[in-house]
Nanobody, 126 residues
């Protein structure tokens, strides 16, 4: 069984930064691409960013491109989301998730991910 635990959320002013972490259990972390999604109040959960299993490719939603950066440390079984220049519209619960396919490229859709963390709240004040 895979468990994902996010941390690093909090309250920050607009223009500030936060770094989210997602610690994964299990010895197969290095063979799976990982993604970050978010869900704002009253909205559907949406794709934010993803990183390939090797760490060699990253993908971003247009709304965060140039401000957010996803990375991973396979030795620590951890994936990160560095969020800079935060805006009030970035306020949401952020989730990390594991892509379904072994050594597959990450997807942009929820159904392409099989394990999810419990989420961490990010609140950006104006």
């Amino acid at each position: 069984q895979v468990q994902l635990v996010e941390s690093g959320g909090g309250l920050v002013q607009a223009g500030g930064s936060l770094r989210l972490s997602c610690l994964a259990s299990g010895r197969t972390f290095t063979s799976y691409s990982m993604g970050w999604f978010r869900q704002a109040p009253g909205k559907e959960r949406e794709f934010v960013a993803a990183i390939s299993w090797s760490g060699g490719a990253t993908y971003y939603a247009d709304s965060v491109k140039g401000r957010f950066s996803v990375s991973r440390d396979n030795a620590k079984n951890t994936v990160y989301l560095q969020m800079n220049s935060l805006k009030p519209e970035d306020t949401a619960v952020y989730y990390c998730a594991r892509n379904i396919g072994w050594r597959a490229n990450p997807g942009y859709l929820e159904y392409e991910y099989d394990y999810w963390g419990q989420g961490t709240q990010v609140t950006v004040s104006s």
